[in-house]
């Protein structure tokens, strides 16, 4: 099975196996997979290698929650999406090939997660990273929570647990798509609840982090991929910080987006993300087709320009798990 079918069928892009490489020294890459896959599915084995041929000698990492691939996948579904973060920046701070810092690849729920190490943690540095229909200003519907294929009964579990009352202190610790849910007119109750999006995008009142904004801002490129046809991401506008407004200001059967850059936390810099724009750090692209539809013409044109650049340092001669 080809990449593109094999992407396809998984719904979101896995990770990477070990294996043998050339000795040139690219810089590394850390790649964290969407909802619905583990770490070390075929899917993300086949384009690892297809990321080796671009760039020979390059050393992928693959986060995981779980070594174990099944365990890994439910992670996905179920945790605490804070500590998750937390026990990654650990898992990346012990690998030595990652110390001279590395570019990012995250797909779909991936790509907020690894913002957030950005934002919170950045030790190694991130240089260039790309985030694959993510979700940045969250998503908004009961029924988005998550979209489940029919035979996922993991899925369709963890969505009716977040259906139940998805600002509850349980759904919002336990159930990860619930800590992305962000209701334009429920924003009270998202601030209250919410300790992971409301976080990281510096939403909540008189708490304001600093330093997040310090970490994004001295990325060299922020890449935001969005879905043109993009059902799964509602709107699928957060894929480049764009959310709908409150419903008192939309007419009748019309969903009004606000774009990134009349975003309160563009407006006012509270997460870097306007300095690093100002700079030509942030990149608009459009793949088109449905979410994590990664054909060729997609993906490869931003993995040979954004990804593996030159690094200090020893060769690296493995992809890792």
């Known amino acids: 099975m080809g990449l593109l079918n094999l992407l396809l069928a998984l719904a979101a892009v896995p ?97 907020q997660f690894l913002r957030a190490y950005v934002e919170r943690y950045n030790s190694p540095p991130v240089h260039n990273l790309i985030t694959f229909g993510s979700q940045h200003m969250g998503i908004i519907g009961i029924s988005d929570i998550p979209t489940c294929r029919p035979w996922d009964l993991m899925c369709q ?24 849910y962000r209701d334009p007119d429920r924003m009270d109750s998202y601030l209250a609840s919410n300790k992971f999006l409301a976080d990281i995008n510096n939403e909540i009142p008189d708490t304001h982090n600093t330093t997040y904004a310090k970490n994004l801002a001295i990325l060299n490129k922020l890449v935001l991929v969005l879905f043109s046809k993009d059902v799964t991401v509602v709107p699928k506008e957060s894929s480049w910080f764009g959310s709908y407004a409150p419903s008192n200001e939309t007419f009748p059967g019309d969903k009004k987006v606000i774009p990134m850059r009349m975003q309160e936390l563009y407006l006012h810099d509270t997460i870097g993300l306007k300095r690093l724009d100002k700079g030509g750090g942030v990149v608009f692209r459009t793949c088109d087709g449905v979410h994590m539809q990664l054909t060729d013409d997609c993906w490869r044109p931003l993995v040979e320009e954004f990804v593996g650049g030159a690094v200090r340092g020893t060769p690296s001669l493995r992809i890792q798990v």
Request: aromatic residues 10%; hydrophobic residues 40%.
């Open 157 to 180: 579990a963890a969505r009716r647990a977040a259906k139940s009352s998805v600002y509850s202190h349980w759904a919002q610790t336990n159930i990860v798509q619930a800590q992305y």
């Open 15 to 111: 990770s990477i196996l070990g294996a043998v490489v050339s000795t040139s020294t690219p810089r590394p890459l850390v790649i964290w997979h969407g909802m619905g896959d583990s770490h070390a599915s075929p899917g993300m084995v086949e384009f690892g290698e297809v990321i080796a041929e671009i760039h020979p000698g390059i050393f992928i990492h693959s986060v995981y929650i779980e070594e174990d691939q099944e365990e890994d996948r439910r992670a996905g579904f179920y945790g605490n999406v804070n500590e998750q973060v937390d026990f990654v920046a650990e898992q990346i701070a012990n690998i030595t090939e990652l110390k001279d810092g590395f570019d990012a690849i995250g797909f779909s729920q991936g790509g």
